[in-house]
C-alpha cells in the first residue's frame, strides 16, 4: 500500500504541474510532449520519482548535495545530474527548469533551488519539513 500510495503521490504531481502540448508519450490514451523534470533529493521518494518520470518520457535531472548517489541515478534513468553544493553545477541550471520535485524530508533552505526555475515554474514539495520554508524576494 505504500509504494501505491508514493506512487499516486508522485504521478499527481507530474500530471497537475507539468504544460503537457498534445504530442509525444501516451498517458491515458492522450499523447503528451513532456517537459524536463528534476527531483531535488535521491532517497527512496527520489528514486522513485526518477524512475515514474523517466517511465513518462522526461528527461530526469537529479539534484543532490554529493556526487555519491550520481552512478545510482543514472542506473535507475536520470538523464542529468547537479550537485546543489558545487556553484559551477548550480549556476549551469540557473533559470533552466519548468518543475521541481522535491522530496527532501529533512528542513533545509529552498532559495538556492527557486533560483534554478524559470519564471511561472513549479515547486512541489513531497517531503514533509517540519519547518515552514523562508523565502526572500528582494
Known sequence: CQMNCIFFQIFVACIENLNFIQIGKSVFNKKYHLKPFFVLGFGGLGQMGVMIAKAMGNNVTVISTSNSKEAMAKKMGADNYIISTNPDSMKAGFKTLDLILSTISAT???????????????????????????????
Do not use: D, S
Open 108 to 138: 533545509h533552505e529552498v532559495m538556492p533551488y527557486l533560483n534554478l526555475l524559470k519564471i511561472k515554474g513549479t515547486l512541489v514539495v513531497l517531503g514533509a519539513v517540519a519547518v515552514p520554508f523562508k523565502v526572500h524576494f528582494f
